[in-house]
C-alpha cells in the first residue's frame, strides 16, 4: 500500500476511535513499557497510541492487547481492541490484524466501528495479494471480503474504496486465469487453454484481459480445428473492441487461416 493509502487508513481509524487521552500520555520507552507492568487503564492506553503515534507498531499492538487482558470491562477495552488490530495492519503483521478484527467484531457486531473493522479485514487480504505467478488464495479472500464491506455498509466512505479495489482485484485474478491459459497453449493443451480463456470471457468481461482472452479463444479454436468458432470469437471481438491490436490480429489470423484453407482445397 502507497503512504498515501496508510495515511488515510490511520486517519479513517483514528479519526473514528475517539482515544480523548491527549493528557495522559507519558514518556517511557524502556522496559517500563512492556505489556507485563500493570497499570491504570488511561495511562496503558495512552502509553499504547503513544508508541503507534512514534512509529512502533508492534509495541502498541501488544499493549492495546494488554489493555483488554488487564481490563477486559473498561470501555476502553473496546477501543484498545480495534486499536490493536490497527496497529497490526500498520506493521504489516495482517494475520494478527485480521484475528484482532474478527475479535472485534464477534464480540461487538453492532458497535458503531464495525464498518471500519469489516474494512481493515479487507485490506489487509489486499495488502498481501501476490503476483499473477503464485497461488491467488488470498486474492479471492481479499475480493470476498471487500464484497462483504460493500454488501454490509453502501453507503460508506469504505464501501466507496472497496469497489475500487474489487474492480483491480478482478483484474487481478483474470490476468492470472490468462497466464495459466497462456501455459497450456504454449504447451498444446488446447482445451484446458480455451477453459481459462473461457472463464475470462464469461466471468471477467469487465477487465483488462477480455480482449486478449478473446484474440486467444480465437487461435485455440483455429488450433483445434474448429473455424466457424474462432470466426465467432473474432466478430464478438471485433463488435466489442473494435479498434484494439487483439482483433487487428484475430481478423488477420483468421483470414490467413481462411487462405490457407482455398490453397488446400485448390490443391
Known sequence: MTANAKTIAAALA??????????????????????YVARDVETLYATAKQ???????????????????????????????????????????????????????????????APYAYYLIALSYYEQISDVQRDQKVTEQALVALREVERRFPQSEYAADARLKIDLVRDHLAGK??????????????????????NVVENYQTTSHAAEALYRLTETSLALGIPQ?????????????PGSEWYDKAYALVEDHAADTQVALAN
Open 14 to 35: 483514528l479519526g473514528t476511535i475517539a482515544t480523548l487521552v491527549s493528557g495522559c500520555a507519558g514518556s517511557g520507552g524502556g522496559p517500563a513499557d512492556t505489556a
Open 51 to 113: 508508541r503507534l503515534d512514534r512509529g512502533n507498531p508492534q509495541l502498541a499492538a501488544a499493549l492495546f492487547d494488554e489493555v483488554e487482558r488487564q481490563h477486559p470491562y473498561s470501555p476502553w477495552a473496546r477501543r484498545a481492541q480495534l486499536m490493536s488490530a490497527f496497529s497490526y495492519y500498520v506493521s504489516r503483521d495482517y494475520s494478527k490484524a485480521i484475528q484482532s478484527a474478527q475479535r472485534f467484531l464477534s464480540i461487538h457486531p453492532g458497535n458503531k466501528d
Open 177 to 198: 486465469e490468462m497466464d495459466i491459459g497462456r501455459f497450456y497453449e504454449k504447451s498444446g493443451k488446447w482445451t484446458a487453454a480455451q477453459i481459462r480463456f473461457q
Open 229 to 241: 468458432e474462432a470466426k465467432k470469437y473474432a466478430a464478438v471481438l471485433g463488435a466489442n473492441y
